[in-house]
């Protein structure tokens, strides 16, 4: 019932975000369209007060474009705000001599934004909202990931369904399909951002394959080779045999096994069996290989690795070994002699039979144990995942699963396979194919860390970079302290290929391993000259062939600070201007990943730190907890929240997805129990709201519609109180130009007291946003808006505002004038607190004010409110003595008879504890009686004998209160009886489930 509208404003957003991207030439050239020119105009100015029902999608159309076509999200040119070229009507006035640059974490170009970039947005977007409004001169700098893997992945997976693979269409073909899929994909990605509200730099967006940034790249490999720093060696990688590549840590899963498991694996027509230990015999022998009667017994989960063994270890100290210290085993399928070696790092005699096999080309651990022994071990397991090993042809080219099969059906006819047991292990998954990871011995490209690490760890240690929340700098160093070399290659087609060139006919053999030449250069042509120097050659005579690898994603996402600006041009002016930044804010699982790789290659690259803070936010979870995932059907698309979705929507894209038939009915079942209504439009401004709401410093943030809904009627609760405020202000000739804070001198007690209220607001906010504290700036102004303005101000001015003026006397007409003149400042300055984080509605209902066009055309031409402007407002004995009354209100109200029976609830008396809430209840009767709604309130002597007061009279409840104060509320006749029988049985109910809770 949702898809219809949101159609409409996805397709006008996203001739928005194509027209914007054509400023700088990226999408379409053609620069502002005549529909974005209009958006100048846009939204037309509304005449007269507020109208109508707060909807979000009708507060958020048009605005983003005019926005856009105004520049507001463009930096300050010349020392002049871009956004106006009359700078006299600059309300933010000229940046300082500070700038605010801020980098948004290039999302990957497959098309979907999820709820961890919803939150991103949300907290840079205030920021950046914040610093603008305080006239800082702030550049948010847009951007996207090419993702390499993952963009790889869905391409191939779109050729599958038409029966074709990237190497039947070779890799020029593949490429451009890509590039095609790219075009058609990257539009989306803006439209969301779009629709969140960013107040992005749109003409300065960056794309990680564009032929500039990848200039960048190329370069930066050139110089860290060039420094020693890059080198080619034979390790053990992570390999994906259905990628056919190596990948990084961050794109392993683990899953926990325990027993037998049957797992379905790509490539497999069935499933395999994981967590089982198998038990096969090595016949022990002398050297010259003649066998005796004793066999060791070996355990191992992969038997199609035996096929790769190279050697048996036993420990030192094990006593039912000592005599076998320096012999040989047979290899159960080639028969070829194996030595026993002895390895105190390697072998557990407590664990199995205290025997284990040495596969060093297929297992870290054994990999480590044979450089430590010199021994060789060669890779049995191609890269699809194919056994090799032509020396043993009965399961040479034979998947590797099934090759674990047919090698113990072969161990048990040799009388060597002894048994199988359940075993509990962790398997590593392939995150993008689902695929179970190979470690695999072959060639790639490594970066040494090491030293660039140290500099990483001595900025933090020397303060010159924060990490916020600063417990993450435990983390920071845990890693950092214990960096290996980075595999920067990867065997994939999409991406940056490695500017690196085999030199042909320079091939030779050192210690049994084939060592090639490999030269690196900017392009092939200084390739060439570089090996021609080496070999003292004719530059024409040498023959190269470039490494068909790109480099890891990761690799050129850690260069984004830099290369996104000019790098290496460090002359160009947005390098010059912009480098380097001042924050960088994303999730907490990618410090390591990223954040610490901008920081170690900007150092080395730039002589200088990319930014001088890290703010970390947690994961985005459901409601309980759990990490979501589409699998269980917890995933929330933040368009969803936006615009709204029915279940039947939800539920036919479970349909159209991937997942197993398993998985989409478990996901189904989720959904039709969490949302059977499906979700109901709440607008960008709650999506936004709730975040900032809930993200503390580095904590994860467990989120269900509840939020989200709260933060809708939060949304209402403002619209309907500039419903209010704006039917009186139009008209008003004196309102007409805005009020200014320091000609503003109140008198009544709610005025002095709101206006306090109102400075206390703006300081927490600032200090709030100033320390990175989100939910103390929400709770800042909510409670302003929520507690006290609407709740507690807006209801005492009502009666006043409505006074007839005829009928009024000159000194009501004097309170009148000056409570509309109070209410002006609040909604004015209220909506300046709220605009960072709610650009929408704070724009939509400023835009109704009827002095914004004699002030500013936009709220964000508009300073954010600042202590020092409002501290004359503070104002601790009004506010001491409106919290009194407050607290008296609150204790009457909160009496649950009255909820259950008005008419019970007439007479409230009260008790001052001294003089002088005594003289302040006695001078504000009228206030007690319009907020607490008691038709008749009591000013009692404290010196009455004990025997008249209303706690010892018949009727009388007693009710609390923290104000120094008795409050008794009196309850009459048949109703008293009737209310308090109710009363108790609702209280013995709700400590029921109180306990019921507890016990759980």
Same mark, same amino acid.
């Given at each position: 019932m949702y898809v219809a509208k949101?159609?409409?404003?996805?397709?006008? &957003? +996203?001739?928005?975000? %194509?027209?914007? *991207? @054509?400023?700088r030439g990226y999408g379409v050239t053609s620069g502002v369209s005549k529909c974005a020119a209009k958006a100048k105009s846009l939204p037309t100015k509304p005449k007269g007060p507020l109208t109508g029902g707060y909807n979000p999608d009708d507060v958020q159309v048009g605005l983003y474009s005019w926005w856009l076509t105004n520049n507001y999200f463009r930096p300050a040119l010349q020392?002049?705000?871009?956004? &106006? +070229?009359?700078?006299? %009507?600059?309300? *933010? @006035?000229?940046?300082?001599?500070?700038?605010?640059?801020m980098m948004l974490p290039p999302p990957n170009v497959t098309g979907i934004l999820h709820m961890g970039h919803a939150l991103t947005v949300s907290i840079q977007d205030t920021l950046a909202r914040w610093h603008r409004m305080q006239g800082i001169e702030t550049m948010w700098l847009p951007g996207y990931d090419h993702a390499g893997i993952a963009t790889q992945t869905v391409v191939e997976n779109q050729l599958k369904e038409k029966g074709l693979t990237r190497h039947m269409l070779g890799r020029t073909a593949f490429t451009k399909a890509?590039?095609?899929?790219?075009?058609?994909?990257?539009?989306?990605?803006?439209?969301?951002?779009?629709?969140?509200?960013?107040?992005?730099?749109?003409?300065?967006?960056?794309?990680?394959?564009?032929?500039?940034?990848?200039?960048?790249v190329t370069e930066a490999f050139v110089q860290l080779y060039d420094k020693g720093l890059i080198t080619r060696r034979k390790r053990l990688v992570n390999w994906c045999c259905t990628l056919r590549s190596a990948i990084s840590d961050i794109e392993v899963d683990s899953m926990q096994v325990d027993g037998p498991t049957r797992i379905k694996v790509p490539g497999y027509n069935e499933p395999v069996t994981f967590g089982v230990l198998h038990k096969?015999?090595?016949?022990?022998?002398?050297?010259?290989?003649?066998?005796?009667?004793?066999?060791?017994?070996?355990?191992?989960?992969?038997?199609?690795?035996?096929?790769?063994?190279?050697?048996?270890?036993?420990?030192?100290?094990?006593?039912?070994?000592?005599?076998?210290?320096?012999?040989?085993?047979?290899?159960?399928?080639?028969?070829?002699?194996?030595?026993?070696i002895i390895d105190d790092e390697l072998v557990d005699p407590s664990f199995g039979t205290g025997v284990v096999k040495i596969t060093p080309a297929h297992d870290e651990n054994d990999f480590a144990a044979a450089k430590r022994h010199g021994l060789h071990g060669k890779s049995i397991i191609d890269e699809s995942g194919l056994i090799d090993c032509p020396t043993a042809p009965n399961f040479h080219k034979m998947p590797r699963f099934e090759a674990r099969n047919m090698i113990i059906e072969y161990l048990k006819e040799k009388d060597l396979y002894m048994g199988a047991s359940d075993h509990n292990m962790v398997l590593s998954i392939c995150s993008r194919?689902?695929?179970?990871?190979?470690?695999?011995?072959?060639?790639?490209?490594?970066?040494?860390?090491?030293?660039?690490?140290?500099?990483?760890?001595?900025?933090?240690?020397?303060?010159?970079?924060?990490?916020?929340?600063?417990?993450?700098?435990?983390?920071?160093?845990?890693?950092?302290?214990?960096?290996?070399?980075?595999?920067?290659?990867?065997?994939?087609?999409?991406?940056?290929?490695?500017?690196?060139?085999?030199?042909?006919?320079?091939?030779?053999?050192?210690?049994?391993?084939?060592?090639?030449?490999?030269?690196?250069?900017r392009?092939?042509?200084?390739?060439?000259?570089?090996?021609?120097?080496?070999?003292?050659?004719?530059?024409?005579?040498?023959?190269?062939?470039?490494?068909?690898?790109?480099?890891?994603?990761?690799?050129?996402?850690?260069?984004?600070?830099?290369?996104?600006?000019?790098?290496?041009?460090?002359?160009?002016?947005?390098?010059?201007?912009?480098?380097?930044?001042?924050?960088?804010?994303t999730g907490n699982d990618i410090l390591f990943f990223w954040v610490a790789r901008m920081v170690m290659l900007g150092q080395e690259l730039t002589d200088t730190l990319p930014f001088r803070q890290v703010y970390l936010h947690g994961m985005v979870r459901d409601g309980t907890g759990k990490k979501m995932s589409k699998s269980l059907g917890n995933v929330i698309d933040p368009m969803d929240v936006i615009h709204g979705i029915d279940l039947a929507t939800m539920q036919q894209r479970l349909d159209e997805s991937n997942l197993s038939d398993k998985e989409k009915n478990r996901a189904k079942g989720w959904q039709k129990k969490q949302y059977p209504n499906g979700i109901m439009p709440c607008g960008a401004d709650a999506l936004r709201l709730t975040f900032i709401a809930s993200s503390g410093q580095g904590k994860d943030l467990n989120l269900d519609m509840t939020k989200f809904l709260n933060s809708k009627a939060f949304c209402n609760k403002i619209w309907n109180a500039l419903k209010f405020a704006t039917a009186h202000f139009h008209g008003n000739a004196d309102l007409s130009h805005g009020i200014d804070s320091e000609s503003l001198k109140p008198t009544a007690l709610q005025d002095k007291w709101i206006l306090n209220r109102l400075a206390v607001a703006i300081q927490k906010s600032n200090k709030s946003l100033r320390d990175f504290n989100f939910p103390g700036y929400y709770d800042a102004f909510h409670d302003f808006w929520l507690d006290d303005l609407c709740d507690v101000y807006i209801e005492l001015a009502k009666p006043i505002l409505l006074r007839d003026k005829e009928n009024s006397t000159p000194l009501q007409l004097a309170e009148k004038e000056m409570t509309l003149k109070t209410l002006h400042m609040c909604i004015e300055t209220g909506l300046l607190l709220l605009a960072p984080v709610m650009p929408y509605i704070s724009e939509h209902l400023y835009q109704h004010l009827p002095w914004s066009n004699t002030k500013c055309t936009s709220?964000?031409?508009?300073?954010?409110?600042?202590?020092?402007?409002?501290?004359?407002?503070?104002?601790?004995?009004?506010?001491?003595?409106?919290?009194?009354?407050?607290?008296?209100?609150?204790?009457?109200?909160?009496?649950?008879?009255?909820?259950?029976n008005p008419k019970a609830n007439s007479y409230a008396h009260i008790v001052p504890k001294n003089a002088q809430i005594e003289e302040c209840l006695r001078a504000n009767l009228d206030v007690i009686k319009l907020l607490s709604r008691a038709k008749h309130v009591r000013i009692e002597n404290e010196s009455v004998n004990d025997m008249e007061k209303p706690s010892m009279s018949h009727g009388f409840i007693t009710c609390v209160c923290p104000a120094p104060c008795h409050v008794f509320l009196r309850v009459e006749g048949e109703v008293q009886r009737i209310e308090v029988e109710r009363e108790i049985i609702r209280l013995q109910k709700k400590s029921y489930k109180q306990r019921r809770i507890w016990e759980r």
């Open positions: 949101r159609i409409s404003l996805q397709s006008s &957003l +996203l001739l928005e975000c %194509n027209t914007f *991207a @054509g400023l020392g002049k705000p871009a956004n &106006l +070229l009359d700078t006299s %009507n600059v309300c *933010a @006035g000229t940046h300082k001599d500070t700038k605010f640059v890509v590039w095609k899929w790219k075009g058609e994909k990257v539009d989306s990605i803006y439209e969301q951002f779009c629709e969140l509200g960013c107040s992005l730099d749109w003409s300065r967006k960056v794309f990680t394959m564009d032929s500039g940034f990848s200039s960048a096969c015999a090595f016949q022990v022998a002398n050297s010259e290989g003649e066998t005796s009667c004793m066999r060791l017994s070996v355990a191992t989960t992969r038997p199609e690795t035996i096929l790769g063994d190279v050697a048996v270890a036993v420990h030192s100290q094990d006593k039912r070994y000592e005599h076998l210290h320096g012999g040989y085993v047979l290899h159960p399928l080639s028969s070829q002699l194996l030595p026993i194919s689902g695929d179970v990871i190979e470690p695999r011995f072959c060639s790639q490209w490594y970066l040494d860390c090491k030293d660039m690490s140290k500099k990483a760890l001595e900025a933090v240690h020397e303060k010159r970079l924060e990490i916020i929340p600063t417990h993450m700098e435990r983390d920071w160093r845990r890693w950092l302290e214990n960096i290996q070399d980075w595999c920067i290659s990867r065997q994939l087609w999409w991406g940056h290929q490695i500017p690196a060139y085999k030199v042909q006919g320079m091939n030779s053999v050192v210690n049994g391993e084939l060592s090639e030449m490999w030269v690196v250069g392009n092939e042509g200084e390739a060439r000259e570089r090996a021609a120097k080496q070999l003292s050659k004719d530059p024409a005579s040498i023959d190269l062939v470039q490494d068909e690898d790109v480099l890891d994603t990761w690799f050129s996402s850690g260069l984004f600070p830099f290369a996104s600006l000019g790098w290496p041009n460090t002359d160009a002016e947005d390098f010059k201007q912009y480098y380097p930044g001042n924050i960088i804010e709220i964000f031409e508009n300073r954010f409110p600042e202590e020092s402007n409002f501290e004359h407002y503070y104002n601790t004995k009004a506010d001491e003595s409106m919290s009194w009354l407050i607290e008296v209100c609150k204790a009457i109200r909160s009496i649950p008879l009255r909820q259950l």
